[in-house]
């Protein structure tokens, strides 16, 4: 008479499911820090594009600074306010509030670029020196709005998937 192995399998799905688990927190962290890190850039780009406009806004204008202050809040600001609230809204209602807010996102982002532009050029001698300056003010609202795109988006799919 032989003995019948009675030799149980235990089944592995907890232990790979745990690790998956594990794997994808991590990564999901990994993610909301990146997105953190591109905020903090952006914010930083504004606070630099906010005193540009700001001075280059007064300059222009003879505005009291703390006016040019308003004007470059309700510039840069702005653009990035619409382009966040056409982040987080339905496809429905974008198609509707889209109307209005990619031509303001356009032009505040073409005001923003030239009072950049002008701000740095005016500490600019010679042309090519200027022409960089140029470069250099358009390249800040561009970075601007590049980083709220993606930090947007992605701190938006941590926080879906969080959950």
């Known amino acids: 008479m032989t003995q019948a192995s009675t030799v149980i399998q235990l089944p592995r799905t907890r232990y790979h499911s745990v690790r998956k688990q594990r794997r994808a927190s991590k990564a999901l962290r990994r993610q909301a820090g ?22 280059g806004i007064s300059l222009v204008t003879g505005a009291e600074v703390w006016e040019g202050w308003a ?7 702005g ?11 339905g496809d429905r209602l974008r198609k509707q509030v889209a109307k209005f807010a990619k031509p303001a996102i356009l032009g505040t982002l073409a005001g923003s670029a030239a009072m ?22 358009i390249a800040i609202p561009s970075l601007i709005y590049a980083l709220t795109r993606v930090g947007a988006v992605m701190a938006a799919d941590c926080h879906t998937r969080g959950h």
């Open 34 to 55: 990146t997105a953190m890190a591109i905020g903090a850039v952006a914010c930083t780009l504004t606070g630099l594009s906010l005193s540009h406009l700001a001075h």
């Open 116 to 137: 950049n532009c002008f701000a740095f050029m005016a500490q600019a001698n010679g042309y090519t020196m200027q022409a960089a300056a140029a470069l250099l003010g």
């Open 79 to 89: 653009f990035i306010a619409l382009e966040l609230s056409q982040l987080s809204i």
């Open 71 to 77: 004007m470059a809040v309700g510039i840069d600001i």
